[in-house]
């Protein structure tokens, strides 16, 4: 009887046992892209975790075809929850490396300490100015951040925490914020440069008031080859407001929200329209009409020459403006 009794307490241990053993922690491998977040330093936000997700083999997302629009499924929502209570003031960024000859003796033949790196956007539609190539060596102190978050997650994952979701999954862990070893900001550093081994910030930032607006950030991903002159820009991350985060290939159509009128100032017979927002890279055109009844408005008379956007509040003039009533509208392209 006794035996009978322990019987199936010793079977149902020996399947928790089996259930244990078989979840996954988290897997880090050589020039996979790695993805950090953390609270913004700094910033109002607060979270006692910071998280980093594997994003696959590097070689995805640079030989992916050009306007190919991808869903980096392993940023999941589950991850994100777990690790902050909001979006608002989380900073983030995308990066991989070249170590090891496995990568490097390829059919890409990517050199030793290539690096591709992501570089936040100042304004949504307008690409940035690429990161720079640097020799072997200083690209070499930037890889050794990332291999170090890298292996240092791997061993946090199998080592000081129970594997399994929501926490440490084969490609997401959420890491102790701020830890000097097992964190992600002990590799990016308080400035987003990898510890100062690196030409800039390469992070994004969602702001205080991300999760109320209606457009996501993006970051550019460039590609460095040990040497000099510009990187090879490869294509852009789309972090939305719901926390799903796309990469797309090639460069990005510009986008030209409609302007506003603001003001129109008349002076003798010239009438001086104000007008914003405005973009680099986009043409304006006055058109004016003296009837309403003139439609589409694309159909107005042109007036006076285009002017290219400076992405500040721009004026345009009719120079020959009668007394009559006129109406103005402008054209964005």
């Known amino acids: ?67 190919t629009t991808i869903t980096v499924a392993n940023v999941t929502q589950s991850l994100v929850t777990n690790s902050f209570s909001s979006l608002n003031n989380i900073s983030w960024s995308a990066f991989a490396d ?77 890491l102790p914020a701020g830890d000097p070893l097992f964190s992600y900001s002990a590799y990016i ?39 000099s002159g510009p990187g090879l820009y490869l294509g852009y991350f789309d972090f939305s407001t719901n926390g799903v985060l796309t990469y797309t290939s090639g460069p990005s159509a510009l986008v030209i929200p409609q302007p506003t009128i603001t003001s129109i100032v008349r002076s003798g017979t010239v009438n001086t329209i104000t007008f914003s927002p405005t973009v680099v890279g986009a043409t304006y055109t006055l058109l004016g009409t003296s009837s309403l009844a003139v439609s589409p408005r694309s159909s107005w008379s042109v007036i006076g020459s285009p002017a290219s956007g400076t992405g500040s509040p721009m004026t345009l003039q009719d120079t020959g403006a009668s007394g009559q009533m006129m109406f103005y509208t402008i054209q964005a392209h």
Do not use: C
């Open 98 to 174: 070249v170590s090891t000859n496995v990568l490097s003796a390829g059919v890409s033949n990517y050199p030793l300490h290539t690096l591709w790196v992501t570089n936040p956007r100042t304004s949504f539609g307008t690409q940035t100015s690429p990161w720079t190539q640097t020799s072997y060596f200083s690209q070499g102190d930037a890889v050794s951040q990332i291999e170090g978050l890298g292996d240092y997650a791997t061993i946090y994952g199998s080592a000081d925490l129970p594997a399994g979701p929501p926490r440490n999954t084969p490609t997401g862990i959420i």
């Open 1 to 67: 009887m006794k035996i009978q009794k322990t019987f199936p307490i010793a079977l149902a241990l020996l399947a928790a046992s089996a259930v244990a053993s078989s979840a996954q922690t988290f897997q880090y491998n050589n020039s996979d892209l790695l993805i950090g977040f953390r609270v913004t330093p700094n910033s109002a936000g607060a979270s006692a975790y910071e998280l980093v997700v594997d994003g696959g083999s590097i070689t995805t997302y640079a030989s992916l075809t050009t306007g």
């Open 189 to 227: 550093g308080p400035l987003g440069n990898f510890k100062q081994k690196f030409q800039g910030d390469v992070e994004q930032q969602t702001g205080a008031s991300f999760t109320t607006s209606v457009q996501g950030v993006r970051s550019d991903l460039y590609q460095l080859f040990p040497g």
